[in-house]
């Protein structure tokens, strides 16, 4: 790991698992770092997620990746994005956009739901880019030790289907938001 | 309700499926637990109840159908989702025939389970919501809502509660507006059958052939304007209760019919050829004095004898001067709040008026003497001149009458006071318009 990556703890390091638009990972950690006020950055390193392939399936296990993530995490504790452009999935369940460790430090995002090519459309960087920031603003929800909420435009609304992405903002309620602020700050 | 209010248990044998839901649904901030086969779950559930239970269907030893018999003894009010590796017909059928809610194939599609369980815990809030109301309802009609500190009422309320949860034939005896009905649905909300409907049938204020139509339904095209097929009263209250209200008003033909229903429970629809069958409890009411009228031969001595298995008598508003007061206090209240006029009391004069007063309508007249007072007095406090009992309590020589020639003189000063006019009058008297028609026809009174 290298110097540039040890972040100070609560800051967010977003790593590429296979994500070819670092561009899009550049704007992430600036929206990042604008929306819960802690410093993101781009690690300087990748991780390949063939490790977690399941060939019958043709995707991705996103339980393993984040295991992978989990052990490659920094000292002092930094939260740790992985963001990745393969299809990930849960073992029990079709997909995922995104998993988290629950009160850890580690969480995977996938863009492949949330490209609007996937669904007939034409591509759009700024959809996509929107939705990534969604998407991870709520796994990182989740190692702060957020459940789902039901306060409209919160970013910790559950999500099973793109569009629904697109009807809650990055944005966190008052009391997500403080959850969040008071678990990233601490030491 | 909030998701941390629902337990859910997720029983499968893969250590992955139980962690992999056990965190999809613990990040939708339900309380999940987990067991890796039938016997873990079965110690789960001694522990405590589940709102849903995901069941993995092929497990080592129990099963997860074998499981689901177990869980309906154990934890019956559960919702319990099958999970298969493979969608096989049979054993969904064989699932959802054993009180399966409904199942699901993994890999689970998240918008799927997402809605699924969103939909069940929507119905599991509503049925507890739906029996909280309904608890709410019985509460309202039950012994409760008969008011009164007097002894007679008190052993009212006795007899209600002794009757009520047997299957009893009950007939109601009092004069008119002592709260038969209300007595009726106090024996029914105490009864195995609250949670179905009860229903009155006012037998005094219909025709013979209206009353037959109404008890029994018609089929369509059984007479002229009997357009579609009609459910009767009968038919309605299957798996409650029936009120025959004014029972022996009724005529020798609906007498003899309502015989042949009590002892078989079955019946024609008019106009049918199809035995209907309905299962209900018959309380019937009346201020007549049946045994007169069978002893005249007014009203059938077998049908008596069916109808009066649990007899209760509801004293005269009269005989309980002590909750003259309290109840007229409850009316005040109730009819204060709805009108939103700020009424607090009676005056003295007030309180001495209606102590005096006889009640010939009992609570009902009293009931429409603090409404009429309500709308026309002034608040803090209802005055003797806001209530419509005015003549003094005649204690002398009507005691010495009988209580049909009470009837009829009250009655014929209330036309002559109302100019003849029949609705007035019915409204003063506290009784509805055709039984007050009844009267005047039966009494033969001048209007």
Redesign the interface.
């Known amino acids: 790991m290298a110097d540039s990556d040890r972040a100070s703890g609560g800051d967010i390091l977003v790593v590429p698992v296979d994500c070819a638009n670092l561009a899009l990972l550049q704007r992430l950690t600036i929206d990042l770092q604008a929306t819960l006020a802690r410093a993101a950055t781009v690690a300087s390193w990748d991780l390949s997620p063939q490790f977690a392939r399941e060939a019958a399936?043709g995707q991705y296990n996103s339980?393993m990746i984040l295991a992978e993530l989990f052990n490659r995490r920094s000292d002092p504790p930094t939260r740790i994005l992985g963001v990745t452009d393969v299809d990930l999935?849960?073992?029990?369940?079709?997909?995922?956009f995104g998993?988290a460790q629950?009160h850890g430090p580690a969480a995977v995002v996938s863009t492949f739901r949330l490209r609007p090519e996937l669904y007939g459309l034409d591509p759009d960087p700024e959809i996509l880019s929107r939705r990534l920031l969604v998407e991870s603003i709520h796994e990182l929800g989740?190692t702060a030790g957020l459940?789902?909420c039901h306060t409209p435009g919160c970013a910790m609304i559950?999500s099973?289907?793109a569009e629904e992405i697109d009807l809650k903002g990055p944005g966190l309620c008052e009391r997500c938001g403080d959850v969040v602020r008071a678990e990233f700050t601490k030491k | 309700m909030d998701?941390?209010d629902y337990s859910i248990l997720i029983v499968d044998d893969e250590p992955?499926?139980r962690?992999?839901?056990g965190?999809?649904f613990?990040?939708?901030?339900y309380l999940v637990e987990t067991a890796c086969d039938g016997g873990a779950a079965l110690d789960r559930l001694a522990q405590r109840n589940y709102d849903l239970i995901f069941l993995d269907i092929k497990m080592p030893g129990m099963s997860g159908l074998e499981l689901q018999r177990k869980i309906r003894t154990i934890n019956a009010d559960a919702t319990v989702v099958i999970i298969t590796a493979f969608a096989s017909v049979d054993t969904a059928v064989e699932a959802l025939k054993d009180g399966a809610h409904d199942y699901i194939t993994?890999?689970?599609?998240?918008?799927y389970?997402?809605h699924l369980v969103e939909k069940l815990v929507r119905q599991r809030s509503l049925v507890a919501e739906n029996t909280e109301l309904k608890e709410r309802l019985v509460g309202m009609a039950g012994r409760g809502s008969i008011l009164g500190e007097s002894p007679a009422i008190q052993k009212l309320r006795d007899m209600i509660a002794t009757v009520a949860p047997n299957d009893t034939t009950v007939m109601i005896r009092g004069e008119s507006g002592t709260g038969k009905e209300l007595i009726a649905r106090a024996i029914h909300a105490g009864s195995p059958r609250r949670y179905r409907p009860i229903v009155p049938i006012n037998c005094g204020g219909l025709s013979e052939t209206l009353l037959e139509s109404e008890l029994f339904g018609h089929e369509r095209g059984a007479f002229t304007g009997a357009q579609f097929r009609r459910k009767g009263h009968l038919e309605m209250a299957d798996g409650g209760t029936v009120f025959f209200d004014e029972i022996g008003n009724v005529s020798a033909k609906i007498q003899m019919d309502l015989l042949r229903v009590i002892e078989s429970r079955e019946f024609f629809r008019v106009g049918g050829n199809t035995p209907v069958k309905s299962d209900f409890r018959i309380i019937s009411a009346t201020n007549r004095d049946l045994e007169a009228a069978v002893a005249a031969g007014s009203f059938r001595e077998d049908l008596y004898y069916r109808l009066n298995v649990f007899s209760i008598s509801v004293p005269p508003l009269r005989e309980r001067d002590e909750d003259v007061v309290l109840l007229a206090q409850h009316f005040l209240s109730k009819y204060a709040a709805s009108m939103n006029r700020e009424f607090t009391g009676f005056a003295p004069e007030a309180l001495e008026a209606l102590r005096r007063h006889r009640w010939p309508g009992n609570v009902r007249e009293l009931e429409n003497a603090i409404e009429r007072a309500v709308v026309v007095g002034t608040p803090p406090t209802v005055s003797a001149a806001n209530l419509p009992i005015s003549a003094p309590r005649e204690d002398g020589p009507a005691d010495e009458m009988s209580l049909e020639s009470v009837e009829v003189a009250h009655i014929r000063r209330v036309l002559e006071k109302c100019e003849g006019n029949v609705m007035r009058a019915a409204k003063t008297l506290g009784i509805d318009r055709v039984t007050l028609y009844n009267k005047i026809k039966k009494f033969n009174l001048p209007r």
């Open positions: 399936r339980s999935f849960a073992p029990v369940l079709t997909y995922v998993e629950m989740h459940t789902h559950g099973t289907y | 998701h941390k992955i499926v962690d992999s839901l965190k999809w613990s990040e939708e901030g993994k890999p689970i599609d998240p918008d389970l997402s």
